[in-house]
């Protein structure tokens, strides 16, 4: 959709930057690293994604809480299925597609009853044979979990949600305009991406905004930050489109321009960075100056 003309799409970032639903490390030839992952009690469902190069070739298993080892992971077209405690796994192994040259190993956590076992899980990893060694490990986000349930040693880059990685959207963040200070919890980007993310950030803490019955609320979160970048984008557009300034005004064009406009917030000292982009969104700063 980002591709049809004349149109600007404003995503936000999402709100998992400071959950524990990311990690990530890389492996060496020979190595061995262990990842720790907490369930919490009373939690009826989970997936776990692991995510790495294809050409690598990872040996993977998994600990139980009670220190059961299960079978190392075939890698096989089809579903692997083991049994620990009151939990079943399914097991998938991806493979490359047309679009992409990584794997995916997707891992289900059914309960044979009503709850997961919960405790510290591992997820063993050995690097067999290695040619570029990162991997990056999700659970599922917008608020689903219960909150004990974790990795141990999250990593907050990479945390956009989607469809706020997709490369021509305009992706924001959320920082808070009273106290002019970064809102932790916004989705991060990270280097590992093929194009750097957010683009900017935008109000997303206490906002005031209608609710519904009527009256207004205080609301919080990068879907509160986007409006006003999308505001901005309209009235970009009326200026360049409508009143005949800019006939182009659209697409990239408008990312460039809010990019450029964009201004600094304390506690950064590099832009792009994976928390703000360019910075904090302004406006008047934006419009090419004649």
Known sequence: ?????????????????????????????GQSEIVEMSIGAYETTLNLQLWKAYADEIEIFLE???GENLPVLSERIGTQRYRAGETELLVYYGKPGP???????YVDFLPTGTYLT???????????????????????GGNVLNPVTG????????????????????TVGAYDSRLNAFADFTGRGGENLPYPKPDLVAPGVDILAPSVGGGYTGVTGTSF????????????MEWGIVRGNDPFLWGEKVKAYLRRGAQPLPGFDR????????????????????
């Open 64 to 66: 139980t809480p009670s």
């Open 271 to 290: 832009y792009p960075n994976e928390s703000v982009g360019w910075g904090v969104l302004c406006t008047a700063q934006s419009l090419p100056q004649e």
């Open 99 to 105: 679009f992409q040259v990584t794997q995916e190993i």
């Open 118 to 140: 919960s405790g510290i899980w591992k997820i063993h990893l050995q690097g067999r044979r290695i040619r570029e060694g990162n991997y990056n490990l999700w659970l599922p």
């Open 151 to 170: 990795f141990y040693r999250p990593v907050a880059a990479e945390t956009l949600t989607i469809p706020s990685t997709a490369s021509k959207v305009i």
């Open 225 to 236: 930050a986007t409006p006003f970048v999308t505001g901005a984008a309209a009235l970009m």
């Open 1 to 29: 959709m980002a591709n049809v003309g004349r149109s600007v799409i404003c995503v936000g970032s999402g709100n998992n930057g400071n959950d524990r639903i990311h990690t990530a490390g890389r492996l060496q030839q």
